[in-house]
């Protein structure tokens, strides 16, 4: 028995008395570092919505990309340390690929999800290459669409229904599916913002303003188009994921109403 | 060295002959599959024999049943067709786990094909047929080679009878180079009346069991390794129904 907490934290292999691995713990107060991730699920479909910091005037906010496509139907938002959530879209883009080349059909969103955390909790210290040493410090929103083919009553005859999911991934390897969710620094005044507001009938356009309306609430920069990064995986016919271009979030913003406080 | 260069040809490969390794038996045995207007018909004979004369079983299985919509026929070796559909029905109920749905008809089939081609280089000795009911509720047939080429066709045939029951299945199913008005008399069951657009007649699910059962005769009266009995699956988007038939026993 260590003699306190602080002994504990180090190593990622051992539980404390309390039944805790502090390293988790600290994994998921990485993810409330990071800046702000919003998803809400409609039946229209979903839409994803990140708080970009713009650190330098001379950076450029085309390069900092914090909405990820993992396959043509799922796409994801993260929050927490940048590099971790690279390693782990990447990781996320192999098994949505993998699953294409065994099965000869898209990943179901929930089946990506599980892969994802089956893989991020591949951690742990040991001799073992290519293994993590510590938790990934990275929550996921994944968002995505799901194909669903039915039978019809005549032979050849068949429908084919789209439906939106939006999964919540932490690095502790939950996942957890959700209508909306706030994930990142702002995510508590974001969540409670989005139980007011949400309802199941809302239309995309609607959520897209209310995407900005949140984000100028929890955002310390006033909301701009160089600092906001938006995309919708969309149920309906056509292509299903699309990332807002700049022009098409300054048009958002425009038309959302400033709150008054 | 010199000795060996002595040594006649022909000798020398009998000499190399008698020390090689043969990891390949073949357990033959013929399968067929054909496809209906709103079914799947699978069979295969029940006979496990040896490259000789002898007869190793008279009832052993060559189908799997991998869903409610999918099954699966294989003849060649007899221990390689066994562990790989166990493979098969291992991956489609960790894929029930994973994905929290039944494996679909074309994505077994791909499955299969990836299975037959990682072992690319030390072949699994199975020739398969894989057939079903697939997602949009229509009934599709896979025929393969031992190495995962694979591709969807309206009758297959593989196994030692193959090549046997090949040509009876597109004359009698596909009417191939048939007219329209000829109607086939192998089977004393009531035979098909109602046509379809193209002009040939559908062959309704009762008599084309009874045509199964009648190609696997006709192929286990020419073909030693074929016979005894004849055990046919017919998929529908109700489910499997499995018939038993009997074939020469000699």
């Not at chain 1, 708080?51 to 914090?66: A, C, F, N, W």
């Not at chain 2, 033959?28 to 496809?35: D, E, I, K, S």
């Not at chain 2, 190609?215 to 055990?231: K, M, N, P, W, Y």
Request: aromatic share 8%; with cysteine; glycine share 8%.
């Amino acid at each position: 028995m260590y003699q306190n907490k602080s002994d504990y934290d180090r190593g990622v292999n051992t539980f404390s008395p309390e039944g805790r691995i502090f390293q988790v713990e600290y994994a998921m107060e990485a993810v409330n570092l990071g800046t702000t991730a919003i998803g809400i699920q409609v039946e229209e479909g979903t839409l994803l919505a990140v708080e970009k910091k713009i650190t330098s005037s001379l950076l450029e906010p085309q390069s900092v990309d914090k909405i990820m496509k993992i396959d043509h139907h799922i796409a994801c938002a993260l929050a927490g340390l940048q590099s971790d959530g690279k390693t782990l879209v990447d990781k996320a883009r192999q098994f949505a690929n993998q699953h294409t080349f065994n099965y000869d059909e898209p990943m179901s969103v929930e089946a990506c999800a599980q892969a994802v955390c089956d893989e991020s909790l591949k951690f742990g210290e040991g001799k073992k290459k290519n293994k993590m040493s510590r938790p990934y410090g990275v929550a996921l929103l994944l968002a995505g669409v799901d194909e669903i083919i039915k039978p019809g009553d005549k032979p050849g005859e068949f429908s084919v229904t789209r439906v939106p999911r939006l999964y919540h991934t932490d690095p502790s390897g939950t996942y957890i599916r959700t209508d909306y969710k706030a994930i990142g620094a702002g995510a508590e005044g974001a969540q409670s913002m989005l139980e007011e507001e949400w309802h199941k009938g809302m239309t995309i356009k609607q959520c897209e303003e209310l995407c900005i309306t949140v984000l100028r609430q929890v955002m310390e920069n006033t909301v701009k188009e160089t600092n906001v990064e938006m995309a919708v995986l969309s149920a309906g016919p056509g292509a299903i994921f699309h990332p807002y271009t700049t022009e098409e979030i300054k048009g958002i913003i425009e038309r959302t109403p400033e709150q008054k406080l | 060295m010199m000795m060996n260069q002595l040594v006649p040809h022909q000798d020398r490969n009998k000499e190399a002959k008698k020390n090689e390794w043969e990891p390949y038996i073949d357990n033959a045995g013929t399968c067929l599959g054909f496809t209906g207007e709103d079914y799947c018909v699978i069979a295969a004979d029940t006979r496990c024999s040896n490259d000789s004369y002898q007869i190793l079983s008279r009832h052993v299985t060559k189908i799997t049943k991998v869903t409610d919509k999918i099954v699966l026929a294989t003849g060649g070796m007899r221990a390689d067709y066994c562990t790989l559909h166990k493979r098969i029905n291992y991956q489609a109920e960790m894929f029930r786990y994973k994905n929290k749905k039944e494996i679909s008809l074309s994505g077994c089939a791909r499955l299969l094909s990836n299975i037959l081609y990682n072992n690319r280089f030390f072949p699994i000795y199975a020739f398969c047929l894989l057939g079903g009911i697939d997602e949009i509720g229509q009934p599709v047939l896979y025929s393969y080679d031992a190495i995962g080429s694979y591709g969807k066709s309206k009758v297959g045939a593989v196994g030692s009878g193959g090549e046997l029951v090949e040509p009876l299945l597109d004359s009698i199913i596909l009417r191939h180079h048939r007219q329209a008005s000829v109607v086939p008399t192998i089977s004393n069951e009531e035979l098909p009346t109602t046509r379809g657009e193209d002009g040939k007649p559908i062959i309704p699910k009762g008599i084309a069991i009874e045509y199964a059962h009648q190609a696997l005769v006709a192929a286990s009266e020419r073909d030693i390794h074929t016979g005894d009995f004849a055990e046919i699956y017919v998929i529908t988007k109700e489910g499997v129904e499995r018939h038993m038939r009997e074939l020469k026993a000699d």
